[in-house]
């Protein structure tokens, strides 16, 4: 029992570090933009978070970790090939964004849509919370304790949706345009919406599994979805990591 705990403390202090890290990085790309513009410094703080999430909140590791020896009717030999084409849908999903980001650049350059940057910054912090919640409620329901898997994955949901308030309640109707008004609308609409359409999505996708939960459908033994459901909470949250700093940080205002 002590070890269990040992190792739960362990693997929550890990998040708590990674998540700093992360809120760190995130104040620097804050400070980086309203000073000296370093187009660089955003890059390699963006490269870096996005690492981290992939490989400590979205458990890239694991895709290493193939058990050829397991039989096919068992769960470990299911849990691989659904984590594999998991991860498949995700890297499809990903060229989505990666197309939007290219976009981006190719008709704005180095200038950007006059936003409101306090605003990004919060719902970018909201977003960053949200994903160090996540990873808590993977791991309490991967040591089997259900009071903290459920109050986590609230907290997750509640914060997606506050995300959603802040972008598209508030940032859409504060915006200095229209769809329709240029080149710069266009994608800005278009690159929030995509990725709120994908945060709706995720919401959806953690009330299922919150619901699971209570009725005691997972165990420390059996969680996949909620390991499916982190990975695309996580990839939300890659997928702003880029997008805060195209939308909000890089460039002169158009």
Known sequence: MSDNHNNLSSQLNQGLVIFIVL????????????TNQSLLLLSIAATIKAGLVLYYY?????????????????????????RLG??????????LFAGLLVTRFNLLGLTRPDL???????????????SFFMNRAETYIKAGNKNGFIFSTV?????????LLGV??????????????????AVFFMMTGMHA??????????????????????????????EAATIYWHFIDVVWIFFYPALYLIGILG
């Open 23 to 34: 809120a760190f990085l995130t104040f620097i790309e804050y400070m980086v933009a309203i």
């Open 116 to 130: 409101n940057q306090v605003l990004g910054l919060i719902v970018t912090g909201v977003l960053l919370v949200s």
């Open 155 to 163: 907290v997750t949901l509640v914060l997606g949706v506050g995300f």
């Open 58 to 82: 979205m458990h890239v590791y694991k895709l290493a970790k193939l058990d050829e020896d397991a039989d096919q009717s068992s769960l470990t030999w299911k849990i691989t090939t659904n």
């Open 168 to 185: 598209v309640g508030v940032e859409w109707q504060e915006a200095p345009f229209s769809a329709g008004d240029s080149a710069a609308s």
């Open 86 to 95: 998991f991860w498949l849908f995700i890297l499809s999903d990903a060229f």
């Open 197 to 226: 359409f994908h945060v709706l999505t995720g919401v959806i996708f953690l009330g299922i599994i919150l619901n699971n939960g209570r009725r005691d459908l997972y165990s420390s033994e059996n969680y996949w979805a909620v």
